[in-house]
């Protein structure tokens, strides 16, 4: 089983949909979660980032994390043709210094259809 | 000014052959790694740098050599190419906290295509 467990998709909305991605995990000891969003031919960027269990939200882009069902979701309001792209969600442990290894889902193929 | 920069971004080559990939960060960052992306988009860490030193050496052939100048430089060399090596090699950088979060920073990515 992979540590991280995240649906490929792809996912095909209408513009000003609102969109759903999610991820599970196995291990508890996972304190910090993120989402990174890949462009085609590009290197994933960091969308998201909490820390813990709650909700954080930044315009039309909201993160959820609820540890005790190891499940994280990142919410994307009034989708649009530019959020099209593969959102990776990301996450790792308490540890030294680059040794706390950040775990990948595989990615969902997100595009939004104007 | 990019943060995370990559040469070369495109690499064909035979197999057999040696090869290497640069990395260079102007962040200032303590931490840099190679992630490798394969066909399915899935990202795997392969190595990681505090500071010069080798901190994660993941279950990767001996094929492939980090090589770390200085804090703002990592190299990946890879001897002996082979066609499963096929990949997109990614670059990133963190700065290390005392919370221990990783938020990197990523390279545009080093696509190799091994003939």
């Known amino acids: 089983q992979k540590e991280v467990e995240q649906d490929p998709g792809p996912l095909s909305v209408p513009e000003g949909a609102i969109v759903s991605l999610n991820c599970t995990y196995s291990?508890?000891?996972?304190?910090?979660f993120m989402w990174y969003r890949q462009y085609s031919r590009k290197g994933p960027e960091l969308l998201m980032y909490?820390?813990?269990?709650g909700n954080k939200e930044d315009g039309r882009f909201t993160a959820q994390v609820d540890k005790s069902s190891k499940y994280i979701s990142l919410f994307i309001r009034d989708s649009q043709p530019s959020d099209s792209a593969t959102y990776l969600c990301?996450?790792?442990?308490?540890?030294?210094?680059?040794?706390?290894?950040?775990?990948f889902g595989t990615g969902t193929r997100l595009t939004v259809i104007p | 000014d990019t943060a995370v920069s990559q040469t070369p971004k495109y690499l064909v080559t035979q197999m057999g052959n040696d090869k290497s990939i640069k990395c260079e960060q102007n962040?200032?960052?303590?931490?840099m790694y190679w992630y490798k992306q394969d066909s399915k988009k899935f990202l795997k860490i392969m190595f990681s740098?505090?500071?010069?030193?080798?901190?994660i050496n993941e279950t990767v052939p001996n094929r492939f050599s980090p090589k770390s100048p200085d804090k703002a430089h990592l190299n990946l060399h890879i001897n002996s190419l082979e066609l499963g090596d096929s990949a997109v090699y990614f670059c990133?950088?963190?700065?290390?906290?005392?919370?221990?979060?990783?938020?990197?920073?990523f390279g545009a990515g080093s696509r190799l295509t091994v003939l």
């Open positions: 291990n508890s000891a996972f304190q910090y």
């Open positions: 990133a950088s963190s700065q290390s906290r005392g919370s221990g979060a990783n938020v990197l920073t």
């Open positions: 962040l200032g960052h303590d931490t």
């Open positions: 740098y505090n500071n010069k030193e080798l901190i």
């Open positions: 990301a996450m790792s442990a308490l540890g030294r210094p680059g040794a706390n290894n950040l775990f």
């Open positions: 909490t820390y813990s269990s």
